[in-house]
């Protein structure tokens, strides 16, 4: 018989996770295939990881995953996906921003049309900050232009993926994963979803701006060398601007109509200017250094305290 699975990663969601766990068991109950929830603790330190001891240890069907700390968001998906041996996972939020009642809907998508990947397209957002969703909206947009692989617009994680794509997911080898971007690179037939995304049911949003500006500088470093182009363009233009002045300066001295002695602010400006060129380049040198460093160090993505309701046969310590 086949099998779905919903990865849920959770980070500090006490407010949240019974009422999604009732939800999503509800959904799950409705469908005659075997199913099963696999939540990621990822390193909560409120009543969360309690809570989900206290759900598997009532349903054998729900699987959890206890990291030794706070890892992020992605590193907990990857977990989910390691651990998943169903025939298609789902990955959502637990906070039912992704409502579970469309389980059902995207599977008979995924079957239907023969798709490897169904992924969610939010047509709408509620209950989400105007910034927030400006910033979302400019961020997929320049990623696109950005990146050598099309990504689908407006499309979180919530996906559905078949067993071919989590394969191809395991065997990837880089640490930096920003999984809805490497889901598209896998390729295969990927076909849209599109949905009205949910306001939060409670609690906070544990992606402040500074973890999405991470998420999103990721995103750009991982699938693009844009930004090495940009610089060394900058440095053209620089050049460019320099020949300019050089020219003006010398012919200024042949034919008389400039005073060398009164070139303080020119200086200043040029100096600046070539400063401000040259750091620019070297910090964009610098983030691709930095995920060559954590690259070779090939830490592990994350790290696993413990795990309930799993078969033994299932070691995905990669
Ligand atoms: N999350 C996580 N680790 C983190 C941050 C978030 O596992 O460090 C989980 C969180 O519990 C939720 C999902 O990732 O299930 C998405 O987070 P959230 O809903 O706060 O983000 P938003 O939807 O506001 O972008
Ligand atoms: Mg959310």
């Known amino acids: 018989m086949k099998k779905i699975a919903i990865i849920i990663p959770c980070y500090n969601e006490e ?31 409120d009543q969360t990881p309690a809570m989900l001891d206290q759900i598997a240890a009532t349903d054998p069907t729900v699987k959890v995953i206890h990291f030794s700390r706070n890892f992020g968001h992605q590193p907990a998906v990857t977990a989910g996906i390691h651990h998943c041996d169903a025939d298609w996972a789902i990955i959502m939020d637990v906070d039912m921003q992704d409502p579970p009642e469309l389980i059902p809907e995207i599977l008979a998508k995924a079957i239907e049309e023969q798709a490897h990947v169904v992924y969610c397209v939010r047509k709408t957002r509620d209950g989400e900050s105007w910034f927030k969703r400006l910033t979302a909206k400019m961020f997929y947009r320049t990623i696109n232009r950005m990146s050598e692989v099309a990504f689908p617009l407006d499309t979180g994680d919530f996906r559905l993926i078949d067993r071919k794509v989590m394969d191809a997911f395991g065997s990837l080898k880089e640490r930096g994963k920003y999984i809805r971007g490497l889901i598209s690179w896998i390729g295969f037939k990927q076909v849209p979803f599109h949905y009205n995304r949910a306001a939060r049911l409670a609690g906070e949003t544990k992606y402040p701006l500074r973890k999405m500006i991470s998420l999103a500088s990721k995103a750009m470093l991982y699938f693009s060398k844009k930004p090495l182009y940009l610089s060394i363009n900058l440095g053209f233009f620089a050049f460019l601007i320099g020949i300019i002045l050089a020219v003006w300066s010398i012919m200024g001295k042949v034919l008389g109509y400039s005073n060398a002695e009164s070139g303080w602010t020119s200086i ?25 460093f954590d690259e070779v160090k090939a830490r592990p993505e994350y790290i696993v305290e413990s795990k309930t309701n799993f078969d033994e046969k299932i070691d995905a310590s990669k």
């Open 15 to 45: 407010l949240v996770l019974n009422d999604s766990y009732q939800r999503t068991h509800q959904v799950l109950s409705t469908l005659d295939i075997c199913t099963e929830i696999i939540y990621i603790n990822d390193g909560s330190s």
């Open 268 to 292: 200043i400006i040029i100096v600046i200017f070539f400063g401000g060129v040259q750091l620019v380049t070297i910090g964009v040198l610098g983030q691709y250094i930095g995920i060559l």
